[in-house]
């Protein structure tokens, strides 16, 4: 299920200005019960149960053109998850239809997911930084998800971005960078071009010593894929001031994985 729970809490978590983190319009909030359970997502059918709609293939094609941007939203992420490729041409005119902007992306991701590549130039312009840093950090985390490498540049200059914002507070900022780092690990290493492999390394290295832990790991396990030479330099120097015992493991074994290499 596509559902990207920790980007909600994270947009969630602060309202901020210049970086937009708040959920776009169709997106399926966190906030609301019919999402969260006990701290555990529900899923799919659960949610569209929850708002009375039924999980017979008609009635997903119906909620497609449904008033309430989510439902929208969750039936062509249920027909896409359910593998339903006849819904294609009902998805397509929905999304030529739709307004809201959260729920355009997850439709031109059920598409792509469904093998139409009309969902791609969608889903590519959504990378650009006319959008919200949530929307684009949600659209090139589905482009690489479908194999397609064309917003990494764009992903690599939101986290950037985000990094080095002002206005942001430290736990919105670290946590969305911490959760780019993650995404960018289904990146086979041999992948992004030189430049671009030195973008993740800079923008990890930086991170080595956010106040963060869950960023450090982050930096340290994007560092043991992408690093080279310089990486394990910059882990040892790191290490030398860790004082959480797991961090430090896992710089160990991130810096071996780069003196293996």
Do not use: W
Not at 17 to 25: G, I, K, M, V, Y
Not at 103 to 124: K, W
Not at 137 to 156: I, K
């Amino acid at each position: 299920m596509r559902i990207r729970c920790a980007l909600l809490v994270l947009a969630f978590a602060t309202g901020l200005a210049s970086q937009d983190l708040s959920e776009p319009e169709g997106t399926p909030d966190i906030g609301d019960p019919c999402c969260v359970a006990g701290g555990i997502p529900r899923t799919l059918d659960q949610m569209l149960e929850r708002r009375g709609i039924d999980l017979t293939r008609q009635a997903l094609l119906d909620a497609l053109l449904d008033p309430r941007a989510v439902v929208r939203s969750l039936a062509a992420q249920k027909l896409a998850h359910d593998g339903q490729s006849d819904s294609i041409p009902a998805i397509a005119a929905a999304l030529s239809a739709e307004k809201a902007v959260g729920t355009r992306e997850i439709m031109a991701y059920a598409l792509a997911s469904l093998g139409d590549r009309r969902g791609i130039p969608e889903l590519r312009d959504m990378c650009t930084a006319k959008f919200s840093a949530s929307l684009r950090m949600t659209a090139a985390t589905d482009m690489l998800s479908l194999h397609d490498e064309e917003c990494v540049d764009d992903f690599l200059d939101l986290l950037r971005s985000v990094r080095d914002s002002s206005s942001l507070q430290n736990v919105s900022r670290d946590g969305f960078v911490q959760v780019g780092l993650i995404d960018l690990e289904v990146l086979p290493p041999e992948h992004p071009s030189e430049h671009q492999s030195e973008e993740i390394r800079e923008l990890a290295a930086s991170c080595l010593a956010s106040k963060s832990r869950d960023l450090r790991m982050a930096a340290s396990r994007a560092l043991g894929k992408f690093g080279d030479a310089v990486s394990a330099r910059e882990l040892d120097k790191a290490l030398a001031t860790e004082q959480d015992q797991a961090v430090r493991a896992k710089m160990l074994e991130d810096l071996q994985r780069i003196k293996n290499r």
